[in-house]
């Protein structure tokens, strides 16, 4: 059964940043689309960015566009999203997710990671 780990999260201040990782149990390289998502606390799950089964076609959300950046390593079935410059509103837990379809959006998900929390102090 393959399952998504994900790693990297914590507790930082405002304009820091942090990589977040997502590593799969199984070798499903070059085969999935990736993503990340986070939700705030007492919101719904909200996209955040995507990336294609080969790594050349990424999109986020407007939010993060500019200050976050989505890569992957298909070699190690690992998928990351770069944090940059995060404010307090980026504090979420943060889920990775893998589905078939371009651009993957929450709707699309087959399988999702537990979840690790970013929180941003002010």
């Known amino acids: 059964q393959v399952q998504l780990v994900e790693s990297g999260g914590g507790l930082v201040q405002v304009g820091e940043s942090l990589r977040l990782s997502c590593t799969t149990s199984v070798r499903t390289r070059s085969r999935n689309t990736m993503g990340w998502f986070r939700q705030a606390p007492g919101k719904e799950r909200d996209f955040v960015a995507t990336i294609d089964p080969s790594g050349g076609s990424t999109y986020y959300a407007d939010s993060v566009r500019g200050r976050f950046t989505i890569s992957r390593d298909n070699a190690n079935d690992t998928v990351y999203l770069q944090l940059s410059d995060l404010k307090p509103e980026d504090t979420a837990v943060y889920y990775c997710?893998?589905?078939?379809?371009?651009?993957?959006?929450?709707?699309?998900?087959?399988?999702w990671g537990q979840g690790t929390p970013v929180t941003v102090s002010s």
């Open positions: 997710g893998m589905g078939t379809i371009w651009p993957l959006r929450t709707a699309y998900v087959q399988l």
